[in-house]
């Protein structure tokens, strides 16, 4: 059983989070977590890792391998069931450009929705913004992006079509459409950057990231907010680039949305916050350049070790691999992977993704850098305007480094928990999305089971009442298997149905997709208690009365 400790160092107070444990005979006490310097937010931090637990729990019990399938395989079942596919498909489509159906566009939200909570309202160092996609050019000037940010482009000899390579694989890259050779002569370097007018004759550019606004709005952030450092800014929002050769369905696009976090520090300050116990496989240079395989470890020890450098991208890592774990997605295909010498920009000391086992190998989900000051420098430089901060406390001025940047592509998320969730059940003879209830595109969906008015108005009611709520489906048309088939397919956690007991007895039963158990709950509680499971602050077995 956990409890809160209360420490008293240098005249303050400090709370944890401690557990006994009875370890070859004796019992020993283990630090869980720190919970701050504040008994109420103590208190609550508390009771928010327990439920963590108690879902981890859960979803351990629950885990069902997923099924394998390709990314063709995965782009087929997202347009049959309405998550994804070609823009303007009647017309043919076009390359890079995807629109998200019905469930699409609710999965995105979700994603987005949880992360916001996640990374901005649960924490008091967090504040957002939400950038122009078309700004001042000179934004992108100063950046870098009208300069350097190019691709290699070269036509393959045999198919004719484009492709982009590494400079140094130049001579050596096969095409990836038919293996064929690269024609060398026809090497350019290709700016990725969308132009576009603003009005008769302005040259401006949509965005190819989120975060240059973030650089730009610093200082007018930092004085509205009231942050002190350390501090994040974060925003998600559409990001363009004209890839020479989109591929992999949602993975690489030309337009795309990013969820991004710039965190800023006084220059070589030390990290706070207790680094979360995070333990997966870990790629580092050294391993890459030795050609050893990745390791599993504690993201606590990969810093002690020295294989991270500093703490706070330590920290940021486990946080981004917890964000993840904590929505359902298999923590068995992630790994953090260190960038090569020859792979950082010259300005980072250090840079990290955490990569996904996608079904094309282990490719970046976010890249998380170590800027130090340079992005606030390079505007200050070219606005002209002091972008520096002053510290109170030691009465100097600096420009803040940016010690870590998480940035995570919305639609490599969305292809993630599609992956970890998607399963073909044998005795069922149908798709099973095992989809997180916080990330379901529809929470519950109410079938009435007797084509009579009575029994209709009631799940009329019960939909209208969880509609204001959440996103419910309303089904009546076909066997109650196959609307169960249906639903388990577009993932929703739960079906409730209302039968010939519902008038008499005022319940409903609710039926779970993982394991198609079933609860009878009162009409006048079905409210709460969708919202208690969905939260993960229930089992499903004790939100009422055992059905069969």
């Not at 400790?5 to 020993?28: A, S």
């Not at 940047?405 to 073909?424: K, M, Q, T």
């Not at 996103?471 to 048309?477: C, N």
Request: hydrophobic share 35%; aromatic share 12%; net charge positive.
């Amino acid at each position: 059983m956990a409890f809160i400790v209360k420490k008293k160092i240098r005249g303050k107070d400090y709370y944890y989070l401690n557990e006994n444990k009875r370890i070859g005979g004796k019992v020993k006490t283990k630090t869980l977590a720190y919970l701050g310097k504040n008994k109420k937010d103590a208190e609550k931090k508390a009771k928010e890792i327990a439920k963590i637990k108690i879902d981890e729990t859960k979803k351990t019990s629950e885990k069902m391998e997923s099924t394998k399938i390709s990314i063709d395989e995965m782009a087929v079942f997202c347009k049959r069931k309405g998550f994804a596919y070609p823009s303007g498909e009647i017309y043919g489509g076009l390359s890079g450009f995807w629109d998200f159906g019905p469930l699409g566009v609710e999965l995105k939200n979700n994603i987005k929705r949880e992360w916001w909570k996640y990374h901005v309202y649960s924490r008091k160092d967090m504040t957002g913004i939400d950038g122009s996609i078309i700004t001042n050019p000179s934004v992108w000037k100063a950046s870098g992006h009208v300069d350097n940010f190019s691709d290699v482009f070269v036509v393959c000899k045999k198919c004719k079509k484009p492709g982009k390579v590494d400079r140094n694989e130049l001579g050596k890259a096969k095409c990836l459409n038919c293996g064929g050779d690269f024609d060398v002569s026809t090497v350019k370097d290709f700016n990725l950057m969308f132009k576009t007018n603003v009005g008769e004759g302005g040259e401006a550019y949509l965005r190819p990231e989120t975060a240059q606004l973030i650089f730009a709005d610093f200082k007018l952030v930092h004085e509205n907010a009231r942050m002190k450092l350390p501090f994040g800014i974060a925003q998600f929002g559409k990001a363009f680039r004209n890839e020479i050769a989109p591929r992999d369905f949602l993975f690489r696009s030309r337009e795309f949305e990013q969820m991004e976090i710039e965190y800023f520090i006084k220059p070589d300050s030390k990290c706070d916050y207790e680094i979360p116990d995070e333990e997966l496989l870990v790629y580092s240079a050294e391993a890459q350049e030795k050609n050893f395989d990745s390791e599993k470890m504690k993201i606590k020890d990969a810093l002690k070790k020295g294989i991270i450098k500093k703490d706070w991208h330590a920290y940021w890592l486990a946080m981004e691999f917890k964000f993840f774990k904590m929505l359902g997605a298999n923590p068995e295909n992630f790994r953090i992977r260190q960038h090569k010498k020859d792979e950082l920009a010259h300005y980072s000391s250090d840079c990290w993704d955490l990569e996904y086992k996608f079904p094309f190998g282990w490719k970046e989900l976010e890249g998380i850098a170590d800027r130090k000051d340079y992005d606030l420098s390079r505007h200050e430089k070219f606005s002209g305007k002091d972008l520096k901060i002053f510290d109170e406390e030691t009465k100097e001025k600096f420009l803040p480094h940016v010690v870590c940047e998480p940035s995570i592509g919305v639609e490599r998320a969305f292809l993630v928990f599609l992956f970890d969730s998607y399963f073909y059940d044998e005795k069922r003879q149908n798709v099973v999305l095992r989809i997180s209830p916080k990330l379901a595109p529809i929470k519950a969906a109410v079938f009435p089971i007797v084509k009579k008015e009575e029994f209709e108005k009631i799940a009329v009611d019960v939909f209208e009442n969880l509609s204001r709520e959440w996103k419910i489906l309303y089904d009546e048309s076909g066997s109650i298997g196959r609307r169960y088939a249906r639903n388990d397919e577009a993932g929703t956690p739960y079906c409730i149905t209302v039968d010939g007991d519902s008038a008499k007895n005022r319940d409903v039963t609710i039926r779970e997709r993982n394991t198609t158990k079933q609860i009878r709950v009162k009409i006048a509680d079905i409210n709460e208690v969708v919202r208690r499971l969905v939260g993960g602050e229930i089992e499903f077995e004790k939100a009422g009365k055992s059905f069969k």
